[in-house]
């Protein structure tokens, strides 16, 4: 069995709508010299793996945790939490090379890990709903440092979805329940807030496409100062600026044949296309898509074989550049 490590793919061949490749049987005309040569790290169904270009399943550990945040680090590494509390590093050959458990500082409230980040400095930072904070742990998983977070309205499953520190020390925060995006200075003062809204549609029940809320999960600093957001059960993807205007979107059936449900990861490849995270959106929509700018759709990765309708955190290996997500 290849470790991920020492199998590193080569840049992602794209290729044009009419022969990208649906996973797993959608495409059966595509020549095997015409898939896309990527992989895909992602957890659910009991499992995080690595999925090959022809769905062979490279390297899987058991999780019984369906993972909000994941990552392949430049070692080669996955980074993941495997519980509610617990975050696991995890060396090619499955060993447990470090490990970190948070412990609710109110046990009544209880607590749920759903960001982390391995910083430049070799320290974590961990997103804690319940606790309402943030911390960064060292190597010996030493709290070096930790800050209250702004939050409306408390909830153990949802105070935070995705954490990211930015480049300038900075932290962009997802707070799910109160459908607000916000940026906390080193020191922890929110210094910008953007409110998402239902943009102009009624509120809807349900995880699916049937759903409809401000319950936002990602969001990501542009290098042209804007944000990227993946806005959860808004059913969209859209990018403001500082001010808080809408330069793009991409809304719930804009691109053809597909709906989306819960937006969920974004990343930002070094083409300038966006691969959005499709979850909750059962098994007529594929759950990863790369766009364009343009908004043609690239490829689609679709695959209820190694994964399911809760694969919310992913990560496409194999694409060099600086890639943001």
Same mark, same amino acid.
């Given at each position: ?24 049987? +959608? ?20 499992? %995080? ?9 490279? /390297? ?5 945790? @369906? ?5 392949? $680090? ?12 617990? #975050?696991?590093?995890?060396?090619? =050959?499955?060993?447990?090379? /470090? ?13 749920? %890990? ?7 400095? &070799?320290?974590?930072? +961990? ?11 060292? !190597? ?25 520190? $930015? ?5 962009? %925060?997802?707070?799910?329940? =109160?459908?607000a995006v916000r940026e906390y200075d080193e ?5 910008w807030t953007y409110k998402l809204g239902l ?5 809807? &029940?349900?995880? &699916?496409?049937?759903?409809? &809320? ?37 809304? !719930? @059936?804009?691109?053809?044949? +597909? @709906?989306l449900a819960w937006v969920t990861m974004l ?6 296309? #966006? ?23 690239? /490829? ?10 809760? @694969?919310?955190?992913? !990560?496409?290996?194999? #694409?060099?550049?600086?890639? #943001?997500?």
């Open positions: 069995m290849s470790s991920p490590s020492s199998t590193r793919s080569p840049p992602v061949k794209l290729l044009n709508w009419s022969t990208a490749l649906l996973f797993l049987g +959608i495409s059966t005309l595509a020549r095997a010299d015409e898939r896309p040569n990527y992989k895909i790290l992602a957890g659910d169904r009991g499992h %995080i793996a690595i999925v090959n270009s022809k769905g062979e399943v490279e /390297w899987e550990v058991p999780c019984k945790n @369906t993972p909000h945040d994941i990552v392949m $680090l430049p070692n080669g590494n996955i980074l993941a939490h495997m519980s509610d509390s617990k #975050i696991e590093e995890i060396s090619p =050959d499955k060993k447990i090379v /470090w490990t970190h458990v948070s412990k609710p500082t109110d046990a009544k409230r209880g607590l749920q %890990i759903h960001a982390f980040q391995r910083l430049a400095n &070799g320290h974590t930072m +961990i997103s804690e709903s319940g606790n309402a904070r943030i911390i960064e742990v060292d !190597q010996d998983d030493k709290i070096v440092k930790e800050f209250p977070l702004t939050v409306e309205k408390p909830s153990t499953h949802s105070d935070t979805r995705l954490v990211r520190q $930015l480049d300038n020390g900075h932290y962009l %925060i997802a707070h799910e329940n =109160d459908g020191n922890g003062k929110v210094v943009a102009g549609r009624p509120a809807a &029940g349900g995880h &699916g496409v049937e759903g409809h &809320g401000d319950h936002v999960f990602s969001a990501y600093r542009l290098p042209n100062g804007n944000t990227l957001i993946g806005c959860g059960n808004g059913n969209r993807v859209i990018e403001v600026t500082p001010e808080g205007q809408t330069v793009w979107a991409i809304e !719930q @059936t804009e691109l053809p044949g +597909i @709906t990343e930002v490849l070094p083409n300038g296309n #966006i691969l959005i995270g499709n979850c909750h959106a059962g098994k007529e929509n594929p759950q990863l898509i790369e766009v364009t700018r343009n908004k043609k759709v690239v /490829w689609t990765f679709k695959d209820f074989k190694n994964f399911g309708d809760s @694969t919310a955190a992913s !990560q496409v290996l194999g #694409i060099e550049g600086k890639v #943001i997500r």
